[in-house]
């Protein structure tokens, strides 16, 4: 059964801190959270190996027959990200509340 999880990451999402998202998400997912949020309202930066690790979890969670939902991006850094063309690599939401109906009713549909 697969199960899900809300990760709220804090502080810069800079090189340093990209191994360490993509480690507990790494740990989460080998748990067998497979359709896991991540909340990113606290995170003020994040630099290119932060989204580079954003598009690589977001890859290995599909991969894994799960998904990775992201959430809480401040403008600024929404701004970048949509520039980036994240939304079109993995799902974006306004809030943990909008991104757990997202995946509930993507859930439901399977």
Do not use: K, N, Y
């Amino acid at each position: 059964m697969q199960t899900g999880a809300v990760l709220a990451w804090t502080g810069d999402l800079d090189v340093g801190a990209a191994g360490r998202l993509a480690e507990a998400l790494g740990d989460l997912r080998r748990s067998g959270r497979h359709h896991v949020i991540v909340d990113l309202a606290g995170v003020p930066f994040v630099g290119s190996a932060g989204f580079g690790t954003l598009v690589a979890e977001s890859g290995a969670f599909r991969e894994a027959g799960g998904d990775l939902w992201l959430c809480g991006f401040r403008p600024e850094v929404r701004g970048v990200a949509d520039l980036l063309g994240l939304p079109r690599v993995t799902r974006v939401h306004e809030d943990v509340e909008e991104a757990r109906a997202a995946l509930r009713a993507a859930t439901m549909a399977r």
